[in-house]
């Protein structure tokens, strides 16, 4: 097996106990690999994503990422450097007044130097086909736009892993299908959270399905909409 | 972007845009403007005699001239604080004890009274044609930043960043929980059920903000933020403040020297 970017084992985790979320969830991510990860309203997905980088600590299980156990929070500093997060409502990543602040928010916390971070910023607005935008103010712009920033400004940190949480959510067709092209250009393994199936197909080439707490690896998007009613213990699926 | 509304040509700021000031004095360096505002609020606000008041309140009509505002916005601006300042005529001139000029059985106008409502009118119009002219034309995010160039607390630089930030957000979210009320029949009236919605409204915006002030601290996590914050711009003087800094020093040194020469 290729050394895994990511590796979950047995992973449980519930806000209170009352309402467990993820009971037993096992994935692994590979190089290059792009998972689309599937799963009803609630049913943990970015509780999952949230877990990997980790702004939330799972109850018990073990997170790896780049061949290290992570546990504490000092761990999940290197990880959230090399895995960027792209959150679902762009409005809570984009709080900085200015695009070229926001892009630049990441790499000075990474300590760089001010030339270099002005770099770093046109050149990921220009990939994005964004240039221009510095001066923008983040609250004015459109929904597409915001959330091409906040895409931008995870690009910013030159992150080896994307997590994208819904990243087409109420998008229109034409800001969707700059984003699929995008999407497709970047080099990064990926793990997809969305519930459009046309984007999807598009941009992964593999599947999981969160369902009662687990994972289960499927077939190419040729998955049934309902889980299936036989969880048959497959704790660490392989997106198949 | 195919988005909704804007238009990505656009690559300034839309024309309601509250600040859009574009006269010599919206070319200031930032730090420059906020030093001279508050040096000159100070004086002004410390300042007893006509002279000094008169010469502050000349300038300031100055400084609107230059500022790209407009003689009629700013007097525009001007009058809720007039409205204020009506209400104190009407009452300090028989309230403050003195002389009386014209007496009406035991009530009387006192000449100090009149003084004292003339000086504060004059103070309170003057300082506010500063504040607006030098503080008010620049977006206030340029303000934090300025503020945060002077050694304000860090904490408070970053609190007026996040409000000029989220404040249109928490107006969004307001105005989507209003309409949704609206549409299922909601009319405030004078009763327990308005009361008590609204009340809910005011709750569900406060837990609402509260989950999303902790979904941008995780986000900001995320890209490496450790409690401080890197300024990316740095505002740099040109040639161009030169005449401000002159100008503004002059009167500052002229104010002074009007309430000095009056207290001799």
């Known amino acids: 097996m290729p050394e895994m970017l990511l590796r979950l084992t047995d992973v449980h985790f519930g806000y209170g106990p009352q309402r467990p979320v993820l009971s037993g969830c096992g994935f692994a991510l590979a190089p290059g690999e792009r998972v689309a990860l599937l799963g009803a309203n609630g049913s943990g997905k970015t509780t999952l994503l949230h877990l990997i980088v980790g702004l939330l600590k799972p109850v018990s299980g073990q997170i790896e990422a780049f061949g290290r156990l992570r546990t504490v929070e000092a761990d999940f500093h290197e990880v959230r450097r090399r895995v960027g997060l792209l959150f679902q409502d762009a409005d809570d990543q984009l709080f900085c007044p200015t695009v070229a602040e926001d892009l630049a928010f990441g790499p000075l916390n990474l300590g760089r130097p001010r030339g270099e971070v002005r770099q770093i910023v046109a050149a990921r607005l220009a990939e994005l086909g964004l240039s221009g935008y510095e001066q923008r103010i983040t609250h004015k712009l459109s929904g597409g736009e915001k959330r091409l920033v906040a895409l931008a400004a995870v690009l910013a940190m030159d992150p080896e892993v994307l997590l994208l949480d819904e990243p087409v959510n109420a998008l229109d067709d034409a800001a969707t299908a700059r984003l699929v092209e995008i999407v497709n250009r970047l080099p990064q393994a990926m793990v997809i959270v969305s519930h459009d199936r046309e984007f999807l197909q598009q941009t992964t080439n593999a599947t999981l399905r969160l369902c009662d707490g687990r994972l289960i690896g499927l077939p190419r998007l040729a998955s049934p909409v309902a889980c299936p009613p036989d969880r048959s213990g497959d704790s660490d699926a392989r997106p198949q | ?264």
């Open chain 2, 1 to 264: 972007m195919t988005g909704h509304g804007h238009n990505a040509t656009h690559h300034t700021h839309e024309p309601q845009e509250p600040q859009a000031a574009s006269g010599y004095l919206a070319s200031v360096d930032p730090r420059l403007r906020v030093a001279a505002a508050v040096l000159l609020a100070v004086v002004l606000a410390l300042a007893q005699g006509f002279p000094a008041l008169l010469l502050g309140l000349a300038g300031g009509g100055l400084a609107v001239a230059f500022s790209g505002l407009g003689a009629a916005a700013a007097l525009r601006r001007l009058l809720p604080l007039n409205a204020v300042l009506l209400l104190m005529w009407l009452v300090l001139p028989w309230s403050t004890p003195g002389e009386p000029l014209v007496a009406f059985g035991p009530l009387g106008i006192a000449r100090e009274g009149l003084r004292l409502a003339a000086v504060v009118t004059l103070k309170a119009n003057a300082i506010v044609l500063w504040l607006m002219t030098l503080v008010g034309t620049m977006e206030v995010s340029v303000l934090g930043h300025a503020l945060s160039h002077f050694r304000v607390p860090q904490k408070l630089a970053h609190m007026l960043l996040f409000t000029v930030r989220y404040l249109d957000v928490l107006q969004q979210e307001y105005l989507r929980l209003r309409a949704a009320m609206k549409v299922r029949g909601f009319r405030p009236r004078l009763n327990r059920h308005t009361y008590r919605s609204l009340g809910y409204l005011a709750g569900m915006l406060l837990v609402r903000s509260f989950d999303r002030s902790e979904r941008i601290a995780a986000a900001m996590k995320c890209r490496g933020f450790s409690g401080q914050f890197w300024l990316l711009d740095h505002f740099a003087l040109s040639r161009r403040d030169a005449p401000f800094a002159l100008v503004a020093a002059l009167l500052l040194a002229a104010l002074i020297a009007c309430e000095i020469a009056r207290l001799l």
